[in-house]
């Protein structure tokens, strides 16, 4: 089955600093990666996704990720936060039709 | 995207009782899944739930205390049986969507067992 790492749970910034969140995978087969986000109050999302192809991948609202396949790694960037970008970041892995969480990283961004 | 709603979105419940969470999907999926959330934890997936057959747990969770109906392509409910407080938690359904390559959640249910 399918593990996934993140670490500093806790990410307190002022706007426009850059972002970045790190997510580690274990899985032996072949992986979907995603990012989901959830806003305080409201579902999660999807941000971005990772199946194939272009290692870099970009997503809504300026995030993008970069997959490194030698280090089972997906971490998630963006250059410049907003206030609006408060909300907890999910990692998780797919594969065999079933999802894998990271424990979430809850980000805060101070005006 | 598929939309998923789901209900209720909050209770609090006494112990010992059961509660029956509802999922409603807008278009017609194959798999279903349900998560819980525990405090401070991550999603972890309870079951999948494939319609005609019965769910499929992962292990720690069991049919008894989680008994899961899906009667259709989009339409799924999760019942809490026997309720403590560890019961307390998040529980979301969600969806593989093939339109978006992903999966789709639902807003969750808050349970607190009091």
């Known amino acids: 089955a399918q593990s996934v790492s993140q670490h500093n749970h806790h990410v307190i910034l002022s706007e426009a600093a850059s972002l970045e969140l790190g997510c580690n995978y274990s899985?032996?087969?072949?992986?979907?990666l995603f990012w989901y986000v959830q806003y305080p109050g409201q579902h999660l999302q999807l941000l971005l996704k990772?199946?194939?192809?272009?290692?870099l991948v970009k997503g809504i609202k300026g995030f993008e990720a970069e997959f490194i396949k030698s280090k089972f790694s997906f971490n998630l960037r963006k250059p410049s936060v907003q206030w609006s970008d408060t909300a907890e970041y999910f990692c998780?892995?797919?594969?065999?039709?079933?999802?894998?969480f990271g424990k979430g990283n809850q980000v805060v961004v101070i005006p | 995207s598929a939309v998923i709603s789901q209900k209720p979105s909050r209770d609090i419940c006494q112990r010992g009782t059961s509660l029956t969470i509802q999922c409603q999907v807008d278009?017609?999926?194959?798999?279903m899944f349900w998560y819980r959330q525990q405090p401070g934890q991550s999603l972890t997936l309870i079951a999948t739930?494939?319609?005609?057959?019965?769910?499929?747990?992962e292990s720690g969770f069991v049919i008894d205390k989680f008994p899961i109906s899906r009667p259709n392509l989009t339409f799924s409910t999760l019942t809490v049986s026997n309720m403590s407080p560890e019961d307390s938690s998040i529980y979301l359904c969600?969806?593989?969507?093939?339109?978006?390559?992903?999966?789709?959640f639902g807003s969750g249910t808050r349970l607190t067992v009091v």
């Open positions: 990772y199946f194939s192809g272009d290692p």
């Open positions: 998780a892995v797919g594969g065999n039709n079933r999802l894998a």
């Open positions: 739930a494939n319609q005609g057959s019965e769910a499929t747990y």
């Open positions: 969600s969806a593989i969507d093939y339109r978006v390559e992903g999966y789709t």
């Open positions: 899985y032996g087969g072949t992986v979907n």
């Open positions: 278009s017609q999926v194959t798999m």
